[in-house]
């Protein structure tokens, strides 16, 4: 769920707002506007708290490791957690995340980074600023491909529903009062209409099947019997009406179902499909390429000599489809400086996101490369823990790259803070809403920035889990949502913020295919 500072009010991409700019016209082949201005995010410099003044918008904090470093780099061994990030060419823009002016600071190793709501915001404004560019028309999607998606139109009943008179249970057709004889033929669902019964007629009947003109009521199985003569007699007594479900009791043909906006659940899917629909006009899924940078990575096999499993490769994608994105490149580029350069420069997504490489190491291009291709730093560096080292550049108009540290589960914080909130914004899925829970366990805090803890959810309240370094998946893995701990820390039994992993919500988010 969405934490406080997640959402400007005066700021926000609403749904509606979203699916009007979807529903424009789309910007024309090959023109490429560049990088817009209109919409600025944190600045390289931010002239607002200091690390070691935290300021009210802060909601979390916290190291993985508790030393109260407030460097770029997140200390770890993991591939992008070299170093701490340098001085680089690239463009920063000169506002924050609320819109109040900044001045530019001095760069270097230990520049302010932006709190941990600020920068999720600015990446909601980004992507409003990136819909805004692209202006992607609504796509028509086959029913079995649109799970989780937003609708872009109404969706409206194409006829009756149900059709005709159904029966609701197994029993038998009547006509007038009992007892009554028995025809010898059923009626069975997906059959031609049957013939009329006549007063003292019944005739057996299955779920779902057609009712037969002139019938009175259906008798369930269980409240009739036959006698010696194949006579039916009810049971208790019956009703006029009962358990038949008339034409048009759920719907009549041109009324709304849903509106516009409604997120395409499996149950939505199921009801557009019993109202005729092979397909749903939707939001197109954003589009998302994953470099994963590191030398030292292995794609199989057991670590040694140096060389470490790559985990990002595996988690990132299937976590990005969870957020609504259609995952197009996963490409492993290594320490390639030129290669990295090649692949952001060519690739055609909506977002690029990176593993590793965001510090200041001998080998951490993306800082560099962002600043020979022009890229516009919205936001450098996070005051999370873990995950600190994160990015937010604009590469294009309509395309943003998302730098992720490389350890793991700092790499997840750099999702949940800037990947998740731009990818639903271009999706135009509604915001979850905000929700707490007390700790059951008391949580150490980072002295200045916000923490983000595996929790597993109990009666009791939320229970923090234990590795929890940032270079670790053994936590989140067993993990139901990510508390957000305050600046130093909180109590047993304290409200936290919560934030639920998509599998964890028992809603759509998941769509993993």
């Known amino acids: 769920m969405a934490s406080p500072g997640t959402r400007a009010d005066d700021e926000d991409l609403g749904v509606e707002e979203a699916l009007a700019l979807v529903r424009e016209n789309p910007r024309r082949p090959h023109e490429d506007p560049g990088p817009s201005h209109g919409d600025p995010g944190p600045s390289h410099g931010d002239a607002g708290p200091s690390h070691g003044e935290p300021g009210p918008s802060q909601r979390g904090s916290g190291p993985a490791h508790r030393g109260p470093d407030p460097s770029h780099g997140t200390p770890g061994s993991s591939p992008g957690a070299r170093g701490q990030a340098g001085a680089d060419p690239v463009r920063a823009t000169s506002s924050g995340a609320q819109g109040a002016a900044r001045s530019p600071e001095p760069s270097g190793p230990h520049h302010r980074a932006t709190p941990w709501p600020d920068a999720r915001a600015a990446a909601e404004r980004a992507a409003r600023s990136a819909a805004r560019a692209a202006r992607r028309e609504p796509v028509s999607v086959p029913l079995d491909q649109a799970l989780g ?3 872009a139109a109404p969706l409206t009943a194409l006829t009756d529903l149900p059709s005709f008179d159904t029966s609701a249970m ?14 010898d033929e059923g009626v069975l669902a997906g059959h031609a209409q049957p013939a009329p019964l006549t007063d003292g007629e019944a005739a057996r009947i299955a779920t779902g099947a057609r009712i037969p003109p002139d019938t009175t009521a ?23 009406g009962q358990d038949i479900r008339p034409r048009g009791q759920e719907c009549r043909g041109g009324d709304q179902l849903l509106p516009l906006g409604t997120l395409a659940t499996p149950p ?16 197109p899924r954003p589009r998302v390429d994953v470099l994963v940078l590191g030398d030292e990575l292995l794609t199989a096999g057991l670590p040694h000599d140096g060389l470490i499993r790559d985990a990002l490769g595996p988690l990132l994608p299937p976590w990005l489809r969870a957020l609504g994105a259609e995952v197009g490149t996963v490409r492993r580029i290594g320490d390639d400086a030129g290669a990295l350069e090649r692949a952001v420069t060519t690739s055609e997504a909506d977002l690029v996101v990176t593993t ?8 951490d291009h993306v800082h560099p490369i962002l600043g020979r291709i022009g890229a516009e730093l919205l936001v450098d560096g996070v005051k999370v823990r873990p995950g600190h080292p994160m990015l937010l550049a604009r590469l294009k108009a309509d395309q943003h ?4 540290p490389g350890n793991p589960l700092a790499a997840v914080s750099g999702l949940i803070t800037l990947a998740e909130p731009l990818l639903r914004t271009l999706a135009a899925r509604p915001a979850p809403e905000r929700y707490a829970m007390p700790l059951r366990d008391a949580v150490h805090g980072h002295p200045h920035d916000t923490r983000l803890v595996p929790v597993v959810l109990r009666d009791e309240g939320a229970v923090p889990l234990h590795y929890n370094g940032p270079a670790m998946l053994r936590g989140i893995a067993a993990a139901d949502a990510l508390a957000v701990v305050p600046p130093g820390g909180t109590r047993s039994g304290q409200e936290a913020e919560l934030l639920d992993l998509p599998w964890a919500t028992a809603g759509i988010g998941v769509c993993f295919t």
């Open 401 to 404: 790259l998302v730098g992720l």
């Open 268 to 283: 939505v899917l199921g009801l557009a499909a019993a109202a005729g629909y092979d397909s749903l006009t939707a939001v």
């Open 218 to 240: 259906v008798l369930r199985t269980e409240h009739g019997r036959t006698d010696d003569r194949g006579r039916l007699h009810p049971v208790r007594e019956v009703v006029h």
């Open 170 to 183: 197994d029993g038998w057709a009547v006509a007038g009062p009992g007892p009554w004889a028995v025809r």
């Open 149 to 151: 998606l937003t609708l």
């Open 356 to 363: 590793g490489g965001t510090a200041a190491g001998p080998v």
